[in-house]
Nanobody
Framework: QVQLVESGGGSVQAGGSLRLSCVAY????????MGWFRQAPGKGREGVTT???????NYADSVKGRFTLSRDNAKNTLYLQMNSLKPEDTAMYSC??????????????????WGQGTQVTVSS
């Protein structure tokens, strides 16, 4: 059974940093397309960043230059380093995964597995 568990959320002031973690259970993360998504209150879910099996990353324009996605295969963990946080980054952040090669790996891809999410709140 595949399970994704996020942690690392919290409350910070604008300009601050947080690092989110997503531990995967049940499959090796380097065989999957993985990503981080966020949803703010009253808004739809937004893709933040994805990483392919080969380690190629892709970012939403709104976070480019501020967020960095990385992967530790030995720990089967995905990380999202978030710097220069803004109030508009406030949202529930969730990691997601799929391992269907034919599905592609982008912010618009359909993901099969989702974590419960971790809340990030940025105050001005």
């Amino acid at each position: 059974q595949v399970q994704l568990v996020e942690s690392g959320g919290g409350s910070v002031q604008a300009g601050g940093s947080l690092r989110l973690s997503c531990v995967a259970y049940g499959y090796p993360i380097d065989t999957a397309c993985m990503g981080w998504f966020r949803q703010a209150p009253g808004k739809g879910r937004e893709g933040v960043t994805t990483i392919t099996r080969n380690g190629i990353t892709n970012y939403a324009d709104s976070v480019k230059g501020r967020f960095t996605l990385s992967r530790d295969n030995a720990k089967n963990t995905l990380y999202l380093q978030m710097n220069s946080l803004k109030p508009e980054d406030t949202a529930m952040y969730s990691c997601a995964a799929h391992y269907l090669a034919g599905r592609g790996c982008s912010l618009q891809s359909s993901f099969t597995y989702w974590g419960q999410g971790t809340q990030v709140t940025v105050s001005s």
